[in-house]
């Protein structure tokens, strides 16, 4: 029993010591924790407790897998998925809550997050799953996640964790686009800051939300889709825009619409940012950019 430990923390400590399952053992040691003293003397004790929540709960993933028989696989949802990849710590559950409409559970202990964090991304209307992925990087399964993304954010809080994962992806050949954002930016050195004064990171703070904007461009740019509304003669544009691939073509919109549309096709008119003048009369070939848009003209 630890010096100046009051009774609070002995009845933690005993019903502890008193449950049976792994379950009851993580919730009764993290009421130990809350519960323990905070004075200079009681670090090492703080620290122990902590690294045996952190084994409790890599048994109780271990006992949840095996039970249920499931892997820890996401299903693509929306129109890209992006990955949130890096080591505990590093601020990756807040940053899911900024950017999206996600609310993980967030905690200084590491290894909080056990199972993917999902969330949206709403990109005036183009909708991005984002997953945050457990802060295990040597997981097969973890890694597969994030191969099969349409984009890795890797988040890192200091030199020495992006050199780590840069030399790791490039040891598992990881092919998919990413891109490193130094996180924390409010609350590490500046000593750890001039460090990457030259480096292509993007700095940002998940809980001021300084920096966010500009790694929400960098996403919308790197996962290549645009947004194009429709229009019917007369009428308003549509409210909700259609997705397409970047460069597509007159044609291939059409035939997202439906099938038969680019045999039908008669002519289009354009408002945007592809069109020389607002109203433009273009042809089946046209190739469309970044919020466009489109009204058709069909064939009987």
Do not use: C
């Not at 924790?33 to 271990?62: D, M, Q, T, W, Y």
């Not at 889709?225 to 460069?247: A, F, Q, W």
């Amino acid at each position: 029993m630890p010096i100046n430990a009051d009774f609070f923390y002995q009845k933690a400590e005993e019903d502890f010591l008193n449950a049976k399952t792994t379950e009851d053992k993580i919730e009764k040691l993290q009421k130990m924790i809350s519960a323990s003293p905070k004075h200079k003397g009681s670090e090492n004790l703080r620290a122990e407790l902590n690294k045996r929540l952190v084994k409790l709960k890599r048994e109780s993933e271990k006992e949840k897998a095996k039970k249920k028989g499931k892997s820890v696989g996401v299903k693509k949802e929306g129109d890209a998925q992006v990955t949130l990849f890096g080591f505990p710590q590093s601020g990756k559950s807040t940053l899911l809550s900024k950017l999206t409409n996600a609310k993980p559970r967030i905690s200084e202990i590491p290894y909080t997050t056990n199972q993917p964090e999902i969330g949206t991304l709403d990109l005036e209307g183009l909708k991005v799953q984002v997953v945050d992925l457990p802060a295990r990087i040597d997981d097969k399964e973890v890694l597969g996640i994030a191969r099969a993304s349409d984009f890795i954010v890797v988040v890192v809080t200091s030199l020495d964790q992006l050199i780590t994962l840069n030399n790791f992806f490039k040891k598992e050949n990881m092919m998919t686009g990413k891109t490193f954002i130094l996180n924390k930016i409010d609350s590490i050195s500046q000593e750890e800051l001039k460090k990457f004064e030259k480096l292509p990171v993007i700095k940002v703070s998940s809980k001021t939300g300084q920096g966010l904007d500009i790694l929400k461009q960098k996403i919308f740019e790197s996962i290549q889709l645009i947004r194009v509304y429709t229009k019917e003669p007369g009428k308003k544009p549509s409210e909700r825009p259609m997705i397409v691939r970047k460069d597509s073509t007159i044609k291939k919109m059409a035939e997202k619409i439906r099938k038969d549309y680019s045999e039908r096709f008669l002519k289009a008119k354009i408002w945007g940012n592809s069109a020389k003048f607002n109203g433009q009369i273009v042809g089946i070939s046209h190739i469309l950019k970044d919020k466009d848009i489109v009204e058709l003209y069909l064939k009987w």
